[in-house]
């Protein structure tokens, strides 16, 4: 990976992180580790409905402030 693209990739991440609440980070970062809505709704000791909307309130969140407009590159 280039040296600007990682400094792109840090300084988005580092915007996701001030962007997303608490409850909704801990969800997506279980998710995006590759567990199931089921296994995060047990270590957290939530519902699987809950589940669903920290992943949905996390999406439009990060939706309204333009992530997700822009093309993936790979």
Request: hydrophobic content about 45%.
């Amino acid at each position: 990976m280039h040296p600007l693209d990682r400094l792109v990739a840090l300084e988005s991440y580092q915007e996701i992180l001030a962007i997303l609440r608490p409850p909704e980070l801990a969800v997506v970062a279980l998710r995006l580790d590759g567990l199931l809505y089921t296994e995060i709704a047990l270590l957290l000791g939530i519902t699987e409905r809950a589940v669903y909307y920290r992943l949905q309130g996390a999406r439009d969140r990060l939706r309204a402030q333009g992530f997700g407009d822009k093309p993936c590159r790979g």
